[in-house]
């Protein structure tokens, strides 16, 4: 089983930064990417980043050159580091990691995490 657990979330006021984080673990062969998203109230759960093993990135349009995603060393934690913060950053921010379980096979299972909340004050 893998386990996927974001941390990080909280309270910031505008113009303020928060890193996120999100950690995977248990029994897999390795991550192939990570993937944040985030739902605001009412809204529906959109794609904010996206980490491959090969350090590609892709970035939403409304957090370019604000936000960062990056790989710890064991490439089974990625951080999300967000500065600049807006009041529409406001959102539970969820985490997805693409889990290869055999060394024989490149399918990729999908993992999601419980979400942590990311709340921007003026």
């Known amino acids: 089983q893998v386990q996927v657990v974001e941390s990080g979330g909280g309270l910031a006021q505008v113009g303020g930064s928060l890193r996120l984080s999100c950690a995977a673990s248990?029994?897999?062969?390795?991550?192939?990417?990570m993937d944040w998203y985030r739902q605001a109230p009412g809204k529906q759960r959109e794609l904010v980043s996206t980490?491959?093993?090969?350090?590609?990135?892709h970035y939403v349009d409304s957090v370019k050159g604000r936000f960062a995603i990056s790989w710890a060393n064991a490439k089974t934690t990625v951080y999300l580091q967000m500065n600049s913060l807006k009041p529409d950053d406001t959102a539970v921010y969820y985490c997805?990691?693409?889990?290869?379980?055999?060394?024989?096979?490149?399918?990729?299972?999908?993992?999601w995490g419980q979400g942590t909340q990311v709340t921007v004050s003026s």
């Open positions: 248990g029994s897999f062969v390795m991550i192939t990417a």
């Open positions: 980490l491959a093993r090969d350090g590609n990135t």
């Open positions: 997805k990691a693409y889990v290869r379980h055999s060394f024989y096979n490149t399918d990729t299972v999908e993992y």
